[in-house]
């Protein structure tokens, strides 16, 4: 391989191809994702959350015996060490999900670290681990903040229902369990973001994968990946009614305020799973009973698209998430934690395809500092 010559720097590296990868793929024109090939809409339609993690992570769908064993190991592995639990028992009341779930993934790395990334074996377990353990963690800190304790995975249940069941005390209605888990497929992958390149950035390494984890859920934790839903649904409260919508858009237009939950670097047309998403959203008011938020964001996505839909501006996959989510009776600083649970899964496909053909990642910089300056004793220095 040729060495690039130095070249122009581009901030936030945008456009810049940090790998080859067939893992996902996005065409922002026409609202196209697909993972492995296959179009987000199938797959949301006809595929599970575990099904999409085994494609997205080996390559390929599973034959139903592949499947059926790969679920067995997961539900085997659900549990947590007591260890683990007494040391979330220790965080604050006050600490936020993303920061006990940063944590307590990097711990899993204290039990189950052997770095031998040439051991098939030890490659599958780790995957079985992480996409097994994550969840049980999330539901973990959220009892115990309550001053509660966890609640064991139950092994009739599958991978959705379980995590409902461990964060709410209770199994919930089947159909709330499928959209969550549709919602888990949509969030699984999406090419090269932040997180995505942390993880990669730690795979070069020949880390173990419980590092891997732990930095894109640090990454993922800032308000400019993560965090969009949790403000959507604040977005909403404050505008409040139907009424106050194009009011509130005038407003940030006039105050060139963002919109949360529009917008997006490639999506320059409504988001794939915004789509699906609000398919979604509807099926559970029906379900569960209207939300009257939802009339505030089907007028807000109106007037945003009269308003901005020239300059590409449309609903991205935060705007309906949240409602979704808080539907479900989910607490809003959970939603980031759920994204991590899902892209898990994309984090851990980058994993491979890294570490299958590794080149540690190692960019220049472009030096604008002094160049032989002196050093000054400490009693000579001013501020
Ligand atoms: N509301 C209002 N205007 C928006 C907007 C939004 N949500 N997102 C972008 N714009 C406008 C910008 O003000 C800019 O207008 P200008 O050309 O008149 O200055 C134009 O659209 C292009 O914006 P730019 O910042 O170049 O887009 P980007 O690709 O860098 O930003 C996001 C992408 C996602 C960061 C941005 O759309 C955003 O902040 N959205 C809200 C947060 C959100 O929902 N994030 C979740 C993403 S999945």
């Known amino acids: 391989m040729t060495a690039m010559t130095a070249c122009e720097y581009v901030p936030g590296l945008e456009n810049v191809p940090a790998a080859e990868s067939s ?3 996005v065409d922002g024109q026409q609202g196209r994702l697909e993972y492995r090939g296959i179009p987000i809409e199938e797959l949301a339609k006809k595929s599970t959350f575990i099904e999409t993690a085994y494609l997205l992570i080996w390559g390929q769908l599973p034959t139903s015996e592949q499947l059926t064993a790969f679920k067995t190991e997961i539900r085997y592995h659900r549990r947590i060490k007591y260890r ?51 969840p049980t963690m999330v539901a973990a800190f959220s009892l115990m903040r309550q001053g509660n304790d966890s609640i064991q995975p139950n092994d009739d249940l599958d991978y959705a229902t379980n995590f409902l069941y461990m964060l709410t005390e209770r199994v919930p209605d089947p159909i709330a369990a499928r959209l969550f888990d549709v919602c888990l497929i949509l969030h699984a992958e999406h090419t090269m973001n932040a997180s995505t390149f942390s993880a990669m950035v730690t795979s070069s390494t020949m880390t ?36 106050n919508v194009p009011a509130y858009v005038d407003d940030c237009m006039a105050k060139k305020k963002r919109i949360m939950g529009f917008g ?41 698209e009269e308003r901005l839909g020239h300059k590409g501006i449309y609903a991205n996959v935060d705007f309906y998430s949240g409602l979704v989510y808080r539907k479900m009776g989910i607490p809003t600083d959970l939603f980031t934690p759920i994204f991590a649970i899902a892209r898990v899964a994309g984090w851990l496909a980058h994993w491979r395809e890294q570490i299958n053909e590794n080149r540690i990642f190692r960019p220049t910089q472009i030096y604008q500092g002094a160049h032989n300056q002196p050093y000054i004793p400490i009693q000579e220095r001013s501020s």
């Open 23 to 25: 893992i996902s793929f």
């Open 84 to 134: 683990i639990r007494d040391m979330m028992k220790c965080f604050p009341e006050t600490g936020h999900p993303m920061d006990s779930l940063q944590t307590s993934a990097a711990a899993l790395g204290l039990f189950y670290s052997r770095r031998t990334l040439n051991d098939s074996q030890y490659i599958f377990e780790a995957v079985v681990r992480l996409l097994a353990k994550i």
């Open 208 to 243: 173990d994968p419980y590092a891997v984890i732990a930095s894109a859920v640090g990454t993922l934790a800032g308000p400019l990946h993560g965090g969009a839903n949790e403000e959507v649904i604040e977005m909403l409260d404050t505008i409040g009614s139907v009424e």
């Open 264 to 304: 997006h670097r490639v999506y320059k047309v409504k988001d794939p799973r915004a789509t699906i998403l609000q398919n979604l959203a509807e099926k559970l008011f029906d379900q569960m009973g209207h939300d009257s938020r939802y009339d505030i964001a089907l007028e807000l996505e109106k007037v945003v």
